[in-house]
Structure formats: structure tokens, C-alpha cells
């Protein structure tokens, strides 16, 4: 194929490339198998397989590799192909559209004298030489996925990667050692290997000694030396100063020409090889430093008794165990009373240290816990001294530590005294008849005094075991007695119910006083354990209580607390939180809804549950409270959506319109929202019966809201209800809290009406507003009229007589939250708000989905105004 001068020039850099890219396509395509079995070797020998590997299983596995690359060599020559120029420009002609350079080399065959058709061909020539001169290198193709599918040039590559990062390239020069000549030359010369292994626990690496040039280097003392002499014995001799440790009895010396020489490096000192190729070395034996240990005689006291000490302990290498030996600090004990005989002889205590189970052990802190406070040691000044011990057996001990090793703290005085005086008997048992006397005059008259029944028995007895083996008491019948003792004052200090309700109180009020004060976090903790402690310590007097006496006042009250105990754990959590957070101020406010929780509770009991006109009167008001909130929603609905409303509500929202529909001429609009007495007088006489029994929303559900009332109608239905309910029995007549509740009630009346006229003028979210307001004191106003009640309660000796009054209706229905409704105080309204698996994350999607809406621009104006209201009061 000849070309035209012209098309050389433009082609001839394409053409180049493409050539280039033939030659690598076909050197890969014929000579991959080689350059796998070249890489796979170079791979082993990085390795260092040869210097491990016997020498006939090396030899042997060379001779493989050579064979193998061998024949891939040969096949790879007899199938490669030179490519040649024709080639790349045919591989070149082929990617361009119309095969312009074929075209550009041939001839025209017919009508060559003709002008015409000569003229055709010429421009028929010149778009060809334009399409040519377009042409592009083309890439080789390198892809070996059918030739090699099972990817050998890729392990073989990888392999040969890792080598180079792990392995090293100069070891593959030590093949050359393994011919027939170098392997006399060994056998005739002499040669040596050395070793320098760390101790283990040291984590360092083993050093070759062959490839340490430097005349000088560091390792630990224990660190053994291993050195290999190789040809004539004599040859080659060792000359140390590093070891002192003179050979086993039974065994001769080694001599310095031995072939083989182990020892441990003991001290500095150095190391020489003489003879051919002999070296020597400047070694420096760094000793292992001995633990170090520290604690601290100020501890917290824990609510428990129990020890917790931190410690800090370091090592070069690592601690691997440490105690802690705690005795008596016989000149700092105040010998008086029970301590003033001689002590009976009692071995120290020892506690393992806790060590980290994985991490760094040279530097950690740690604290040891344990609870001693059934030892005789406890609450008695001692000595605690620390130490550690590393890998070596070295022992770090620190200065002994002076302090009184906490103890269980009994608050209850008989059983602050059970305890010493059990202290005493396992201090000496010479103090056995003293302390049966002591206890005979505590169990003398024990009213007033011994306030638990079951614990006084349980003293007797143990009084009396002690008593006949006061002279001749045993050690083992000594340790029984002081278990016994020990359960005794922990059950009186426990108490029974009422002195659960007690402490229960005292932690109440001390956390409480410690939140409004801005205590101490530290503080805040401590109490808030004690909190926690005192709840559950309380929940089990009742329960046990009300196993004792099923028919009595706990075992009323405890099926009371059944319905909230997952409400009192939330409670707790969530004032935890609160408390880690630094919001005070809602933390203060939760506590205050935990006491009225819990002081409802204790009158929670009727006369057979079933309530009074003002417990009538409070299911009321929470039913006007759950109406309200479903004419929120529909408002709230009625402001996204316009017009879908339509006043059309579902049949179940029937409340309140008896009061409506009865209404006479002479109720005005412009009336605040109370509209009791002008309701009122156009009722039916068994209706004002009713009303003035605090019952008027019986019946005020049989008729019904029904279809087509508009939201305003709604409204005002809800506030001529509100002014029935308001003129009724409600509880707590001439008391502070009734009065409040009275005035609140008065608030949400106005809220009422002031909703009403908005609707009325179209302001839906005025309305809103407005209707949150009437919530928000209609809540109030029933928190106080609940506590009106549980006083009236408590002052007509009705504790635990009168039905729960915050418990909630189980056949009620639901809110819109989910919660369920109660008869009235905290726990109907409020303590549902805490009820549910995840009450948090539902109130966070309900305000991030408020966010999301209100960041919507295609929202109306009022809508997201109103939306924007809602988060900046929660």
C-alpha cells in the first residue's frame, strides 16, 4: 500500500502511538505467564523463604521456577506476532467511519480518461484526506480476563507488592549462597549468626546481630543472646562482659569456641567475636524500673458504705497486678467503751487492685470499689497501703494511707446501736456479756422505741442465743450472731411504711432545696441517688405491707401506685436529665409535680370507689378540657385547610349543647364566658338539679354536637358547659386552693369567650391563641381543685378511703397524643403526659414536624405565624 506524501506527514504520530500500543498488547498477551512466575518468585525469596526452608525443598522449588519460566518464555516467543506499521495504520483505518486512508491509497479503475469521473474522484479524495486527518491514536487493548480467569497476574502482583512493604529486596541476593560452590566455601570457612531476644514482656523485636553495624545499642537486662559459629571449631571464639550468671552446677562451662553460646545480658558491658569476619559491640543493659503507685486518703463518701479508691499506676513495661492491704490503725482507734478490751487477732485485708483487660498498662488510673462494711474494720480508722507488681516481680509499694474506712451508715438510732455493739462482739468476744446487757435494756420497753415488730422479734432471739453463750461464745457462733445483727439494723433502718414515707419526704425535700439553692452537681447526684433509693425503698414497704395485710391502707395504695410506676421511673429519668443539663428551672418545676404526685397518692382510697359529687364534678371538668383540645384541633385543621371543615364535626363530639340549646333571651353574648346563672336559669328543674349537684354534663352527651355545627357554636356550648361546672359542687369550698381553682376557672371562661368572638369575626389564629389559654388555665384550675380535694380528704379522716384521686378512667378515651384522660389534681392531666415506650422522641417529632411546616414558604402567612407562636412558647 503506498501513501501519498501528505498522508504520512499528517498520520505519522498516530500511526507511532498506535504501533506502540500493538506492541504492549501483544508482549502482554504472549508473556504474561512469565512475568506471573517471575513476580511469584521475587515474591518468596523478599520473604526470606530460602533462609527457613530446608535447602533441598529451596533448591527443589528454584528448580520448579526456572522450569516454569522456562517454558512460559519459550510459548510466549512462538505466539508473539511483531507488529509492524501496515498494522497500526489498518488498526487506525478501522476506527475512522468510510476507511478514509484505504480509500486515500487506491486507484481509480474506470474512467480514468474521463474528465468528469476524474473530477468526481479528486473531491471524492479530499473528504476522504478531511476524514483522515481526524484520526486518533488507538488505546491497546490490555484486557487478559479470558486468557488469565482465574487472576494469577494478580496474586502474583499483590503478593510481590506485600514483599516490598514487608519483606525486603536484599534478601533475595542471599539465593546466591545456595550453589554448589558458596555451599563449599561455608563448609570450608568459618562464619557465625547471632541473636539478641528481649524479654517477652517487653514487646520489642529480636535483633540480628549480623546486621547491626553500629558499634553501640541498648537492650533490656534478661535479654538473651544466642550465637551460632560455623566451619573449623576454633576459629571463631567469644570474648563478654555482658553476663555474670555463672552456668548450672551440673553442667561444665561453655568454652568461648563453642559452636553454640547462650546467655542473658545481666549487666552493660561487651560483645566480640574474634577471628574471621569477627565483630564486637558496645552494649548497654537498661534495667527494668520498679512500679510506681499512688492513691489519695480523700474519698467521697458513698450513700452505700462502700470503698471506692482511685489509684494511678505506671511502669515502663506494665503492671500486671496490684493489692491493697487495709489494716488497723491501732494508735488512731479512741479505745473507749467496747474497743477498750483487747482485741482479738484479725489478719488484714486484701484486695486485688482492678487492672485494665486490654489497653496500655504503663500509665492507667483506676479505682477500687468494694463494700466493707460488714468487716470489723468498717467506720475505724486503718491503713491502706498500695502496691503494684510488673512482669519481673519488682514490687512498688506506696506510702501508707491514714483515713476511716467507710462504712454503711445507719441513721436510725437502735440501729446505729445494733451495729456498734456488733462491732464490739467481733472486736473481742469478752464484749458478749456487756453487750447482751446493753441489749436487754434496749428490749425492755421497746414502745416508741423499736418501731418494726418483725426486727424487735428477731433481736429477742438473737438476745437470747447470746445470752446463754455470752461466756463460752464460739467464733463460728460469733460470726452467725453478727449476720444476724447485721439484718436486724438493716431492717430497722429500713423502717416500715411510714418510715418509708418519711424518707421518702426528707430526700424529696433536701433535693429540692438543693436545686432551688444551685448546689453542688456533685451534690445534686448524691441526693438524687438517695431520691431514687428512698422511691424503691417505698415501693417495697408497700408491697410487702400489702402482703401482710391485703385489705389494708397499703395494699390499697399499692394497687393505687401500680398505674403510675412506670410514670414514676419516667419522672425520675427525666429529672435526671434535667439535672444533667443545668435546666434548673424545669428541674425544680418537675420536682414539684413529683411531690403533688406522690401526695396524691396517699389519698387515693373511697368508699368503694365511687366518688362524690366533686369527684363528679372534676370528670367533668377533664372531659370540657379533652373537648377543647379536639375544638383546637379542628381549628388549627380549619386554618391549613379552608373551607374543608365546613363546621361538619364528627358525632362523637357531643358535649355541652344541652346548655346551648337551652339558652334563653335573657343570656347576653357580650357576657364573659361563665353564663352559669343566665344558663342555668332557662334549664329544666331536673337539669338545675343536676347542675347544682356539680353533674351537669350527664346528659349534656346525649344530644350531641352532630353535623353542622360551626366551630364558633362549639365554643360557646364548651363555655355555657364551663359556666355550669363553675356554679356547681366543686371541692375545695372556702379554701385557698379552691378559691384558686375558682379564679382559674374564671380565666378560662374569658379565654372561652374571647375564642368565641374571634372565630366569629374569622381570626383563626387569635383563636388558637386564645383556646391555649383556656387549656392552660383550665389545667391550673383543676391542679388546685385536686389539691382542694385531697385536702378536704385528709381533714375528714378519709385517707385512704376515698378513690384515687388522679387515677385515670381505664375505660375513658384517648387525646390526640395518645394520652390517657384523668378525673382531675396533677396525676390526671399531667401525669400522662410522661406516659408511653418513647414519650420524649414523640414530643420531638411532634416540634420538629412544627419546624418543618413552619419552614415552608408555600404555607400561608398565618399559618406559619401561628406555627411560629407554637415554638416560641415550648
Same mark, same amino acid.
Given at each position: ?110 474512467? %480514468? ?285 506506696? %506510702? ?375 387549656? !392552660? ?5 383543676? !391542679? ?83 406555627? !411560629? ?6
Amino acid at each position: 500500500m503506498t501513501q501519498p506524501p501528505d498522508l504520512t506527514k499528517q498520520l505519522k504520530r498516530p500511526v507511532a502511538l498506535t504501533l506502540a500500543g500493538l506492541w504492549a498488547e501483544r508482549l502482554a498477551r504472549g508473556f504474561w505467564p512469565l512475568t506471573t512466575v517471575l513476580l511469584a518468585t521475587l515474591a518468596a525469596l523478599a520473604f526470606g523463604i530460602q533462609d527457613t526452608a530446608p535447602l533441598w525443598a529451596v533448591r527443589a522449588a528454584l528448580a520448579l521456577a526456572a522450569t516454569a519460566a522456562f517454558i512460559t518464555a519459550y510459548l510466549g516467543w512462538r505466539n508473539f506476532q511483531k507488529p509492524t506499521p501496515r498494522d497500526a495504520l489498518l488498526r487506525l483505518d478501522a476506527t475512522l467511519p468510510g476507511r478514509p486512508i484505504a480509500t486515500l491509497t487506491d486507484t481509480q479503475a474506470i474512467g %480514468a480518461t474521463d474528465p468528469a469521473s476524474q473530477a468526481v474522484w479528486a473531491a471524492h479524495q479530499q473528504r476522504m484526506a478531511r476524514a483522515a486527518a481526524t484520526a486518533r491514536a488507538v488505546a491497546p487493548n490490555l484486557q487478559l480476563a479470558s486468557r488469565d480467569p482465574y487472576g494469577l497476574r494478580y496474586i502474583a502482583l499483590t503478593a510481590f507488592t506485600v514483599a516490598l512493604i514487608f519483606g525486603s529486596i536484599f534478601r533475595i541476593a542471599s539465593v546466591a549462597g545456595l550453589g554448589p560452590t558458596q555451599a563449599a566455601a561455608l563448609a570450608n570457612g568459618p562464619s557465625w549468626e547471632g541473636w539478641v531476644q528481649p524479654p517477652p514482656y517487653t514487646g520489642k523485636p529480636a535483633l540480628y546481630l549480623n546486621d547491626i553495624t553500629r558499634p553501640e545499642f541498648e537492650v533490656p537486662t534478661g535479654s538473651r543472646i544466642q550465637l551460632r559459629f560455623y566451619g573449623e571449631v576454633g576459629a571463631l571464639a567469644l570474648e563478654q562482659t555482658v553476663s555474670t550468671t555463672p552456668p548450672p552446677v551440673d553442667q561444665p562451662p561453655v568454652e568461648p569456641t563453642a559452636p553454640a553460646q547462650d546467655f542473658d545480658i545481666t549487666q552493660s558491658g561487651t560483645l566480640a567475636i574474634t577471628g574471621p569476619n569477627g565483630r564486637s559491640w558496645a552494649i548497654i543493659a537498661t534495667r527494668d524500673a520498679p512500679p510506681t503507685i499512688t492513691g489519695t486518703a480523700e474519698l467521697e463518701r458513698q450513700t452505700d458504705g462502700s470503698l471506692q479508691m482511685p489509684f494511678t499506676a505506671t511502669d515502663d513495661f506494665g503492671v500486671t497486678a496490684g493489692t491493697a492491704t487495709i489494716a488497723l490503725d491501732m494508735p488512731a482507734i479512741d479505745r473507749r467503751y467496747g474497743l477498750a478490751a483487747t482485741p482479738e487477732p484479725t489478719a488484714p485485708i486484701t484486695l486485688d487492685l482492678p487492672i485494665p483487660i486490654s489497653g496500655q498498662r504503663t500509665d492507667f488510673t483506676e479505682t477500687l470499689v468494694d463494700d466493707l462494711s460488714k468487716h470489723v474494720f468498717a467506720n475505724l480508722p486503718v491503713t491502706i497501703t498500695l502496691s503494684a507488681t510488673d512482669a519481673t516481680g519488682q514490687q512498688g509499694t506506696a %506510702a501508707p494511707l491514714n483515713l476511716i474506712l467507710p462504712g454503711k451508715r445507719f441513721f436510725d438510732p437502735v440501729a446505729a446501736a445494733v451495729i456498734e455493739l456488733r462491732r464490739d462482739l467481733l472486736w473481742s468476744r469478752s464484749n458478749a456479756p456487756r453487750a447482751a446487757q446493753i441489749f436487754k435494756a434496749i428490749t425492755n420497753r421497746p414502745e416508741g422505741l423499736i418501731r418494726n415488730e418483725r426486727a424487735y422479734l428477731q433481736l429477742r432471739v438473737a438476745l437470747r442465743r447470746l445470752d446463754t453463750q455470752a461466756k463460752t461464745l464460739s467464733i463460728e457462733a460469733r460470726d452467725e450472731l453478727a449476720d444476724a445483727l447485721w439484718d436486724i439494723a438493716v431492717l430497722m433502718e429500713a423502717g416500715d411504711l411510714q418510715s418509708a414515707r418519711e424518707r421518702l419526704k426528707r430526700a424529696q425535700d433536701q433535693l429540692d432545696e438543693a436545686i432551688k439553692n444551685g448546689a453542688d452537681p456533685d451534690e445534686i447526684d448524691k441526693l438524687m441517688q438517695e431520691l431514687r433509693e428512698a422511691m424503691d425503698d417505698y415501693m417495697r414497704q408497700l408491697a410487702e405491707e400489702a402482703e401482710r395485710n391485703p385489705d389494708g391502707e397499703a395494699a390499697n395504695e399499692q394497687n393505687s401506685m401500680e398505674m403510675t410506676g412506670d410514670q414514676l421511673q419516667e419522672m425520675l429519668q427525666e429529672l435526671q436529665k434535667l439535672l444533667e443539663e443545668g435546666r434548673m428551672e424545669e428541674a425544680a418545676e418537675l420536682m414539684e409535680m413529683l411531690r403533688q404526685l406522690m401526695e396524691n397518692m396517699q389519698v387515693t382510697q373511697g368508699e368503694g370507689g365511687q366518688g362524690g359529687p366533686g369527684q363528679q364534678a372534676m370528670r367533668d371538668l377533664g372531659e370540657t378540657l379533652r373537648d377543647q383540645q379536639d375544638l383546637s384541633d379542628d381549628s388549627f385543621s380549619e386554618l391549613q385547610n379552608p373551607g374543608e371543615q365546613g363546621g361538619e364535626q364528627p358525632g362523637d363530639q357531643g358535649e355541652g349543647q344541652q346548655g346551648e340549646g337551652q339558652q334563653g333571651e335573657g343570656q347576653q353574648p357580650g357576657q364573659d364566658g361563665q353564663g352559669g346563672e343566665q344558663g342555668q336559669g332557662q334549664q329544666s328543674e331536673g337539669q338545675q338539679e343536676r347542675g347544682q349537684n356539680g353533674q351537669a354534663q350527664e346528659g349534656t352527651g346525649q344530644q350531641g354536637e352532630g353535623s353542622g355545627q360551626s366551630l364558633q357554636d362549639r365554643q360557646r356550648g364548651l363555655r355555657n358547659r364551663l359556666g355550669l361546672l363553675n356554679g356547681g359542687n366543686l371541692p375545695g369550698a372556702g379554701s385557698e386552693a379552691g378559691e384558686a381553682g375558682r379564679r382559674a376557672l374564671e380565666d378560662v371562661g374569658r379565654a372561652m369567650r374571647e375564642a368565641e368572638r374571634n372565630l366569629e369575626s374569622g381570626d383563626l389564629p387569635g383563636a388558637l391563641d386564645r383556646q391555649a389559654d383556656a387549656m !392552660r388555665a383550665l389545667r391550673e384550675g383543676m !391542679r388546685n381543685l385536686g389539691e382542694a380535694q385531697a385536702q378536704d380528704q385528709r381533714e375528714n379522716g378519709q385517707d385512704g378511703q376515698g378513690e384515687a384521686v388522679g387515677r385515670a378512667d381505664p375505660n375513658g378515651a384517648r387525646d390526640p397524643l395518645g394520652r390517657e384522660p384523668g378525673d382531675g389534681a396533677r396525676i390526671g392531666s399531667d401525669r400522662n403526659l410522661l406516659q408511653g415506650d418513647d414519650v420524649y422522641r414523640r414530643a420531638q417529632d411532634l416540634l420538629d414536624e412544627i419546624r418543618r411546616r413552619q419552614g415552608e414558604q408555600a404555607r400561608p402567612e398565618t399559618e406559619r405565624d401561628y406555627l !411560629r407562636r407554637l415554638l416560641d412558647m415550648y
